[in-house]
C-alpha cells in the first residue's frame, strides 16, 4: 500500500489480521514451537500471529540468524501476518531477502556448518508513503522532495518483489464522514474460513492456493481454453512475467474459493486479471 500519512495503512494492515480464521490444532503446535525455538513468548493461542518489526531490524532479524540459527520475525509470522510499515526505510537487502519466502514459504539461513530451514507461509502486507515527506500526489500538502530523491527512495521496492505480490494499493486521504458501511469482521472471517476448507479438500494437504506446489495446482484446478486464451493475452499485451501469469491463476481461484464456486467462472477471471493489471499499473506510476 502507499499512500500519505494518516490514510489508514496501518489501520488496514491490524484490520486484515482480523478476518484471518483461526489456527488448526496442528497449525497452533507448529507455530508454538518455532516460537520456542526463538525463545519468544507466546501461548498456545489459536490467533494467527501479528508481526510489525521496525523499520531498522537487521537481515538477520528478519529473516534469522545468529551463531546458532534461530527464527526470524517472518518465521514468528508464519500462519499470520508479517506487517512491513514504512517499507522504503527499510535496506534494499532487507526488501530483496523476502523474495525467496514469499515463493516457497520457508527462510533459508546460510551458514558455513551448513543452512537452516524454517517455516515462513506468511500474508505480507508492505506499507509505504510515496516519498519521503509522504505527501508526493496528496491533495492536502505539497511534495516538498525532488524527483531524484523521491525516485531514489521508491527504487528500493523492486521490480521481483512487486512480481510476487497480488495486490498494489495507492490510497488517498478520506474524511472519516466519507467512509461507508462494510461487512465485519466475523462476516468475513467465515467467508475466508470457508475459502480455506475448500482449498484442503481440495489438496488433500493444508495448501492455500498461493502456496501449493505448482504441478499439484495445474493437477486439481482447470481453467477453459477461452480463459487461458484471455489471461495469455492480457500477459502478452501488459508485458506480465511467467510468474504473474501463474499469480493471476491462482488469484482468480481464490477468487472463485471465496465466492463458492466450484469452477472457476469468467468474473473471476475478469477479476484477477484486473488486480494483477492495476498492480503493475500503480507500480508504474510511483516510479515516474
Not at 78 to 89: N, T
Request: aromatic fraction near 8%; charged fraction near 25%; charge should be positive.
Amino acid at each position: 500500500m502507499s499512500g500519505p500519512p494518516g490514510c489508514g495503512k496501518s489501520l488496514f494492515a491490524k484490520a486484515f489480521h482480523t478476518i484471518l480464521p483461526d489456527l488448526t490444532h496442528d497449525e497452533v503446535l507448529e507455530v508454538y514451537s518455532i516460537y520456542q525455538l526463538a525463545k519468544q513468548a507466546r501461548s498456545l493461542s489459536d490467533r494467527p500471529p501479528f508481526r510489525s518489526p521496525h523499520h531498522s531490524f537487521s537481515e538477520g532479524a528478519i529473516v534469522g540468524g545468529g551463531r546458532y540459527p534461530k527464527p526470524g520475525e517472518m518465521s514468528l509470522a508464519h500462519r499470520g501476518v508479517l506487517f512491513l510499515d514504512e517499507l522504503g526505510h527499510f535496506p534494499r537487502r532487507v526488501i530483496d531477502t523476502l523474495r525467496q519466502p514469499l515463493e516457497s514459504g520457508f527462510a533459508v539461513v546460510n551458514r558455513v556448518e551448513g543452512s537452516d530451514r524454517f517455516p515462513a507461509s506468511i500474508n505480507l502486507i508492505a506499507a509505504t508513503n510515496p516519498c519521503p515527506c509522504g505527501y508526493y500526489g496528496a491533495r492536502e500538502k505539497y511534495c516538498v522532495c525532488s524527483d531524484k530523491i523521491r525516485l531514489k527512495y521508491m527504487q528500493k521496492i523492486t521490480g521481483p518483489i512487486i512480481d510476487r505480490i497480488d495486490f498494489v494499493l495507492a490510497l488517498k486521504s478520506q474524511s472519516v464522514f466519507e467512509q461507508g458501511t462494510s461487512a465485519t469482521s466475523e462476516e468475513l472471517r467465515e467467508r475466508v474460513a470457508a475459502a480455506r476448507n475448500r482449498q484442503r479438500l481440495r489438496y488433500g494437504a493444508n495448501y492455500t492456493n498461493a502456496i501449493v506446489p505448482v504441478k499439484m495446482f495445474e493437477e486439481t484446478v482447470s481453467f477453459s481454453p477461452e480463459q487461458l486464451a484471455r489471461i495469455e493475452a492480457a500477459s502478452f499485451e501488459e508485458n506480465l512475467s511467467s510468474r504473474s501469469t501463474l499469480k493471476i491463476l491462482r488469484l482468480a481461484r481464490t477468487i472463485a474459493d471465496v465466492r463458492n464456486e466450484d469452477a472457476v467462472s469468467d468474473a473471476a477471471v475478469d477479476e484477477a486479471l484486473k488486480w494483477k493489471i492495476s498492480a503493475s499499473v500503480a507500480q508504474n506510476s510511483l516510479m515516474r
